[in-house]
């Protein structure tokens, strides 16, 4: 059975910082695309970062870019993805998702995500 199985998640108050995680299982995901979307009430889910099978390229939303580093450990025979987010602000607040894509190509679209993790959600308060 394949999972992506998301942690880290809480409440943290503006300024502070978190370390997400996704450890994943079932499948061998060290040539897919990882990727961080996040969700906020009423909103639609919102391309956070992804990084390629290498670990090489990253890419960040707009409103994320600066504060947020995604990375990738390829070593063991499950996939970690991490995101560490500094300096959050209220905004950020929403239920974050790991998710896994077969290609590169069009890396801020959740709709060509594969594989989804649960969620876990972080609060940032003012």
């Known amino acids: 059975q394949v999972q992506l199985v998301e942690s880290g998640g809480g409440l943290v108050q503006t300024g502070g910082s978190l370390r997400l995680s996704c450890t994943t299982s079932?499948?061998?995901?060290?040539?897919?695309?990882m990727g961080w979307f996040r969700q906020a009430p009423g909103n639609e889910r919102e391309f956070v970062a992804a990084?390629?099978?290498?670990?090489?390229?990253?890419?960040?939303g707009d409103s994320v870019r600066g504060r947020f580093t995604i990375s990738r450990n390829n070593d063991n025979a499950n996939v970690m993805v991490t995101l560490q987010m500094n300096r959050l602000k209220p905004e950020d607040t929403a239920v974050y998702y790991c998710?896994?894509?077969?290609?590169?190509?069009?890396?801020?679209?959740?709709?060509?995500?594969?594989?989804w993790g649960q969620g876990t959600q972080v609060t940032v308060s003012s």
């Open positions: 998710a896994a894509a077969k290609s590169l190509n069009y890396y801020s679209d959740y709709l060509r995500y594969d594989y």
């Open positions: 079932g499948r061998d995901f060290s040539m897919w695309t």
């Open positions: 990084v390629s099978w290498s670990g090489r390229s990253t890419y960040y």
